[in-house]
C-alpha cells in the first residue's frame, strides 16, 4: 500500500489546520453558511435533510486493517455506531456535529486519511478495480497511477473550480470492475501489439439525467504522457464546457455537443503544449510509487487445496459461499474474497463499528492486513489462502457477513435516499430491504443466477440504477413516491443504459414488479447459463412490459 | 476596493475604464477587449501605460503581439465558482511568457488566493478589507505542492526525487 511520506502528512495536517480555523469563523458568526459553503465541500462536509454528512476519501478503495479500525472509531465516536460505504469506494457518516468535525479529520489524517475533494466541482477521488494487483489478467496495477492522479489532482490550482464535478476510473484488466465507460475520463492500462504497456483513455461518460456511455479519445496513451495528456483534457473543459446550466454541464455534455472528432482535436492540440513539460512524472518518482505497491510475500502454493476441496464437499453453504463470492488469485494458492455488505434486509452499504474491526481483524488474519471497497458498496478481501477460506468464511459469518450474494438479486445497490438526502424524490434504503427480503432465500437467488440492482432516490442516479440490469429509479407524482423500472444496463466492459420499461410503479408495488420481471426472465429464459442481461438483449422488452402491465 | 501587490495592501495605480467611458491621457487604464480593437490606433499614441481586461471566453492568442504592449492583463471571476481565469492566467504565464502584472478582479475571495497565486496572478483586487489583509497568512497555510504550475514553488516530485537524482551524478 501507499504510505505517506513527510509531504504526505503536511498538506493533510495543514488542510485540517486551516479547516479548523474556517469551522471557528463560522461557529463565530463571522461567516455565514452561504459563504462557509465552499470552504465546507471543499472538505466533503455536506449538509443533509437531517444533519451534516462527512464523506471519507478512500483512495481507489484500499484501506488498511489500521484504516478500518479508525473508521470503526468514527462511526462509534461521531455517528450512531455506523458507516455507509458508497458507490465510488468513499465512507459516509451522517450525524458528525460541525463543531467535531476538526478533531474527526485530525484522527483520519493520523491513519493517512482525508476527506478532501469528495465533493465540490473539482476532480474527485480516484476510483480503481478493487482487484487491483491480484486479479488474474492484469496488465498492470492500476493503484501505481491512481495514486500519481491522486497526487497531481490533491489541490489543484487550475482544476479545483471546474464546470462540474470530475470523476476518473482505472483499471488494469480487460475485465471491467471500475465502470470506466461510466466516468468522466475512464483509463484503461492496455498493451498494444508490439507489447508495450500504455493507457486508453476514455473520455465523457456518466450518468445522472443525461446516462451516456464514454467514448475513446485515444487508443494508446504513453504511459509518460499520462498527466500532460490529464492536464489537456482538463483544460480545455475548464474553458469550454458550459457553466449556465448544472444539468448540462459535465464533460459528457460537451463531448457532445463539439462532437468526439472536434473535441479530440482540441485536447491533441492542448497536448502538444504540455507534452514532456513539467508536469510529466519523473521515471525516479514513477518508480518511487510503484514500490509501494508491491506483491506481498505469498508463499509458494499450488492451487486446489485439499482442506478447501473437503469443506466444500462438507458444508454446502460454504460451498455455495464460494461460489458466487470468491474469485480467482494471481498467485497460485490464493483466492480473492468478497464479503458482502448486503444481508437480507439491511441497507445496502451499511456497516456497524463491530462489523468494521471484525473485517480489520480478518484483514490481519487472512489477508495481508489489507482491504478493498468496491463500487458495489461492498468489501474485499484481496489476497486469502485457498486452504484458509474456510476457516475465514467461519469468521465472517459469526459476524453476519457471509451473505453469499455477490453479483445476485439480494446485491442490491442503492444510494441513500429520502431518509437523508436533500435532493431525494422517493426512499431507496426501504425499497432494496422489501426487494432483499423478497429474494431472502440465497438457493432461489443462485439459480436466477448473476442479477444487477440498482436504486437511485432521483436523476442524479447515485445509485447507478441506469446501469442496473434492472434499475429503479425515484420520482414523484402528486406528492408521492413511484419508480421508474429500467431494464437492460450494464456497467461492466460492454456498459449498457438500461432503457425505461413503461409507467412508474408505487411505493408499494415496486417490489412485487422487480420480481414478475425476473420471474419472466426464468419462465424465458434458454436455460440456466442465460443471464438475465443476455435473455433480455435477446428478447427485448415486451415480455417483461406484458407481464409487467397485463393487469393494468 | 483594495488592491494588493507584492503581498501588501497597495494604492492601485490603474483605473478600469468602462466601454463608453472617456479615457484619460495620462494615466494608466485598463479598458476590453472590444474598446482596444476598435481605438487601438489612438489609444498605442497616449502618453501613458495601457492595461487590458480578458473575457473569461477569450485566450490570450486573440491579441496577437499586442500583448507584450500591455503593463496588466485583468482577467475575471464572475463567481468564485467560475474557474475560467485560472487557466487563462497559466496560459499567459506559460505558454505566452507574459511578464507584466495578470491581475485578478471580480468574486476574489480569501479562500481561492493561494490557488491565482499558483497560476501566476500576481495582483489582486480583493472585496473584503479583512481578507485583503489575511492575504500573507491565508498564503502561507498551505506549503506542499503537488503539481507544477506558474509559480516557482518546487511541486514535491522535484523535492522527493532531488536526492536520488544528485546521488546519480
Ligand atoms: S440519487 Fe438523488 S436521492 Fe440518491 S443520493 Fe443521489 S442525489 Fe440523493
Known amino acids: 500500500m501507499y504510505r505517506y511520506d513527510e509531504f504526505d502528512h503536511t498538506i493533510v495536517r495543514e488542510r485540517v489546520v486551516q479547516f479548523r480555523e474556517q469551522v471557528g469563523r463560522r461557529l463565530a458568526g463571522e461567516i455565514t453558511e452561504d459563504e462557509f459553503k465552499p470552504l465546507r465541500l471543499m472538505n466533503g462536509l455536506y449538509l443533509q435533510l437531517h444533519a451534516y454528512m462527512l464523506r471519507v476519501a478512500i483512495p481507489y478503495g484500499t484501506l488498511s486493517s489500521r484504516q478500518m479500525r479508525t473508521l470503526a472509531h468514527i462511526a462509534r465516536a461521531y455517528d450512531k455506531g455506523y458507516g455507509h460505504f458508497t458507490t465510488r469506494q468513499n465512507i459516509q457518516y451522517n450525524w458528525p456535529k460541525l463543531v467535531d468535525v476538526p478533531d474527526l479529520l485530525d484522527e483520519l489524517a493520523k491513519v493517512e486519511m482525508h476527506a478532501l475533494q469528495t465533493s465540490g466541482n473539482c476532480i474527485r477521488n480516484i476510483t480503481a478495480d478493487p482487484y487491483a494487483g491480484v486479479a488474474a489478467d492484469e496488465i498492470e496495477d492500476p493503484r501505481i497511477y491512481a495514486e500519481i492522479i491522486r497526487q497531481w489532482s490533491t489541490l489543484h490550482p487550475e482544476f479545483t473550480f471546474l464546470p462540474r464535478k470530475f470523476k476518473i476510473a482505472l483499471t488494469g484488466t480487460d475485465t471491467d470492475r471500475a465502470a470506466v465507460k461510466l466516468h468522466d475520463i475512464g483509463i484503461a492500462i492496455i498493451r498494444d501489439e508490439n507489447g508495450a504497456v500504455g493507457f486508453r483513455i476514455d473520455v465523457g461518460g456518466g450518468q445522472g439525467r443525461t446516462p451516456i456511455i464514454a467514448e475513446t479519445i485515444r487508443d494508446f496513451l504513453p504511459k509518460q504522457d499520462l498527466l500532460p495528456y490529464l492536464e489537456a483534457i482538463l483544460r480545455v473543459y475548464n474553458m469550454l464546457g458550459r457553466r449556465d446550466n448544472i444539468y448540462k454541464a459535465r464533460i459528457k455534455i460537451l463531448v457532445q455537443s463539439e462532437g468526439l472528432e472536434r473535441f479530440t482535436e482540441l485536447v491533441e492540440e492542448e497536448f502538444t503544449h504540455l507534452k514532456g513539460g513539467a508536469v510529466e512524472l519523473p521515471q525516479a518518482e514513477l518508480d518511487r510509487i510503484r514500490a509501494y505497491f508491491a506483491a506481498p510475500r505469498y508463499e509458494t502454493l499450488d492451487n486446489g487445496s485439499k482442506e478447501l476441496e473437503s469443506a466444500r464437499q462438507a458444508d454446502e453453504e460454504f460451498a455455495a459461499w464460494v461460489k458466487t463470492n470468491v474469485d480467482t488469485h494471481k498467485q497460485p494458492g490464493y483466492a480473492i474474497v468478497n464479503i458482502s455488505l448486503k444481508p437480507v434486509g439491511g441497507i445496502p452499504g451499511d456497516a456497524s463499528a463491530e462489523e468494521m474491526e471484525a473485517v480489520a481483524d480478518l484483514a490481519d488474519r487472512y489477508s495481508f492486513g489489507e482491504i478493498r471497497v468496491t463500487h458495489e458498496q461492498n468489501l474485499t478481501l484481496p489476497s486469502v489462502q485457498q486452504s484458509e477460506l474456510f476457516s475465514l468464511w467461519l469468521g465472517l459469518k459469526i459476524h453476519g457477513l457471509a451473505t453469499a450474494n455477490i453479483g445476485h438479486a439480494g446485491d442490491i445497490i442503492a444510494c441513500p435516499g429520502l431518509d437523508y438526502c436533500n435532493l431525494a424524490n422517493a426512499r431507496s434504503i426501504p425499497v432494496a430491504q422489501a426487494i432483499s427480503r423478497k429474494f431472502e432465500n440465497i438457493r432461489r437467488q443462485h439459480d436466477i443466477g448473476r442479477l444487477t440492482i440498482n436504486i437511485s432516490g432521483c436523476i442524479n442516479a447515485c445509485g447507478h440504477h441506469h446501469v442496473g440490469n434492472i434499475g429503479l429509479l425515484g420520482v414523484e407524482k402528486n406528492g408521492e413516491e413511484f419508480y421508474q423500472i429500467t431494464l437492460g444496463g450494464r456497467a461492466d466492459e460492454n456498459a449498457e443504459i438500461g432503457r425505461v420499461v413503461g409507467p412508474a410503479f408505487s411505493y408499494d408495488d415496486v417490489p412485487g414488479a422487480v420480481e414478475t420481471v425476473v420471474e419472466t426472465y426464468l419462465q424465458q429464459r434458454e436455460d440456466n447459463d442465460e443471464s438475465f442481461v443476455d435473455a433480455y438483449a435477446r428478447l427485448g422488452a415486451t415480455p417483461f412490459k406484458d407481464a409487467l402491465y397485463a393487469t393494468r | ?169
Open chain 2, 1 to 169: 476596493m483594495p488592491l494588493v501587490k507584492n503581498g501588501e495592501i497597495t494604492p492601485d495605480p490603474w483605473t478600469h475604464i468602462a466601454d463608453g467611458e472617456d479615457a484619460p491621457l495620462d494615466a494608466p487604464i485598463i479598458v476590453s477587449t472590444d474598446r482596444w480593437n476598435a481605438e487601438r490606433a489612438s489609444l498605442v499614441h497616449r502618453n501613458a501605460p495601457i492595461g487590458i481586461r480578458l473575457r473569461n471566453d477569450q485566450l490570450p492568442d486573440e491579441l496577437g503581439e499586442d500583448l507584450y504592449r500591455f503593463g496588466v492583463v485583468a482577467i475575471e471571476f464572475p463567481a468564485f465558482k467560475d474557474g475560467r481565469a485560472y487557466t487563462q492566467a497559466r496560459l499567459l504565464r506559460e505558454r505566452y511568457r507574459f511578464t507584466g502584472e495578470v491581475r485578478a478582479f471580480g468574486d476574489v475571495l480569501r479562500d481561492q488566493l493561494l490557488f491565482m497565486q499558483r497560476c501566476g496572478i500576481d495582483a489582486f483586487e480583493i472585496r473584503k478589507l479583512a481578507d485583503a489583509e489575511a492575504f500573507r497568512s491565508t498564503i502561507g497555510e498551505i506549503s506542499v505542492f503537488f503539481q507544477p504550475a506558474a509559480d516557482d514553488r518546487r511541486p514535491v516530485t522535484a523535492l522527493r526525487n532531488r536526492a536520488v537524482a544528485s546521488w546519480a551524478y
